[in-house]
């Protein structure tokens, strides 16, 4: 679906009005009733457009369900049933395990058994009157499995087919679930797990990234600075632990590569779990199979998993062993190369593995633009925001900045024709048009608020005419 779409089918009737004579005309030739109503579907918002993922009909109790919302509900009463027969499978499965056990132990055939159904199973009776006894209580708990199941899913249905509880004077309400897919862009807000949020400034071609010596280009450059006034070192130390945990992943991985012997893998594996493991976490690998070794070594390949707890964490010293382990540098910085010059960087970076995640503060929903539009009642000025098509706000620091450089027709343009000198703003707007490019500045309608202010404490103020 794109911008203007419509989504929702709905027509409102139009209150009684006088017809003007084109009406008349109209309603003569098309009929009556044709033009007693309005459109107001629901349409999808201008410069959107996605994928419907999910539509949900919600209908008053008492009304009669349209197709549509009783397709939702064969639908959701299907999956129910599908989840709980799910559920009852694994329960039965379980039961008739331990009925099967006492039959054959009760001295049935196991052959018979099988070629028999397993509803029939419970229909045979056993000579041991303690086996017999055990099976007819196994039969209970299987009746009883089946009526819980009957009223979970009696208890569902009745949820689903239930009318809605809504808002007074509504009859039905339909929601519809748009899937929309944004590639990132600058401008969009990403963040780490320590309060590090910030702007993307730009999206490089991955050959402009630095590289290592490798060759391997970094994913995300994030400035130095963001770091010492704020002091969440954290995101520091979360770089060298990843740095440390690729680091382990990787020799493990040229281990694996050059098939070296088992028990090498295994005392190696054995040095990165030992490193500042709690004692309630020790792992002893020799427990495990050459084979298990193996499949551990085969997870670990691409990097080894390591979680550290809030005020129990890896201290500075565990950090640099297990860099030390992985060998690289203790610092947790490496030489970085240019990827447009191929020139190497003065100094040393650090560079690792962290988190990042975008965040919902694209900016695609936030970009916008109006010229003319819609105006506050009492002050005329234009009201603010997106979702209600407003203008920027030109506040008191912006008044000085213009003031400092003497900009004083721009000023008065400012404070008069682009806000609320009515008057002014519908002439110039008539000008504009008529292509005559000038502007007559009059009173502010903030003005004449100011006034009714003072008026409004019992202090006359009034303009008089030279």
Known sequence: MTGGDILVGKVTPKGETQLTPEEKLLR??????ASDVKDSSLRVPNGVSGTVIDVQVFTRDGVEKDKRALEIEEMQLKQAKKDLSEEL????????????????????????????????????????????????????????????????????????????????GVLKIVKVYLAVKRRIQPGDKMAGRHGN?????????????????????????????????????????????????KGIGDKINAMLKQ????????????????????????????TFSDEEVLRLAENL?????????????????????????????TSGQITLFDGRTGEQFER??????????????????????????????????????????????????????????????????????????VNGRTKMYKNIVDGNHQMEPGMPESFNVLLKEIRSLGINIELEDE
Do not use: C
């Open 259 to 286: 098939q070296q012997e088992v028990a090498k893998l295994r005392e190696f594996i054995q040095r990165a779990y030992d490193l500042g493991a709690d004692v309630r976490q020790k792992v002893d690998l020799n």
């Open 301 to 329: 390949r691409k990097g080894m998993p390591i979680a550290t707890p809030v005020f129990d964490g890896a201290k500075e010293a565990e950090i640099k062993e297990l860099l030390q382990l992985g060998d690289l540098p």
């Open 197 to 245: 949020k910030g702007v993307i400034s730009k999206i490089n071609p991955i050959e402009d990234m630095p590289h290592d010596a490798n060759g391997t280009p970094v994913d995300i450059v994030l400035n130095p600075l963001g770091v010492p006034s704020r002091m969440n070192i954290g995101q520091i130390l979360e770089t060298h632990l990843g740095m440390a945990a």
């Open 28 to 33: 003569a030739i098309f009929g009556e009733k």
């Open 348 to 421: 040393p970076v650090t560079v690792g593995y962290m988190y990042m995640l975008k965040l919902n503060h694209l900016v695609d929903d936030k970009m916008h633009a109006r010229s003319t539009g819609s105006y506050s009642l009492v002050t005329q000025q234009p009201l603010g925001g997106k979702a209600q098509f407003g203008g920027q706000r030109f506040g008191e620091m912006e008044v000085w900045a213009l003031e400092a450089y003497g900009a004083a027709y721009t000023l008065q343009e400012m404070l008069t024709v682009k806000s609320d000198d």
């Open 89 to 168: 499978q694994i329960l039965e499965a379980g039961l008739f395990s331990r009925i099967y056990a006492v039959l054959v132990s009760g001295g049935v055939e196991a052959e018979k058994l099988d070629k028999l159904p397993r509803d029939r199973w419970l229909e045979l009776g056993l000579t041991d009157e303690e086996k017999q006894n055990q099976l007819e209580q196994l039969a209970e708990q299987y009746d009883e499995l089946k009526h819980e199941f009957e009223k979970k899913l009696e208890a569902k249905r009745r949820k689903i087919t239930q009318g809605d509880d809504l808002a007074p």
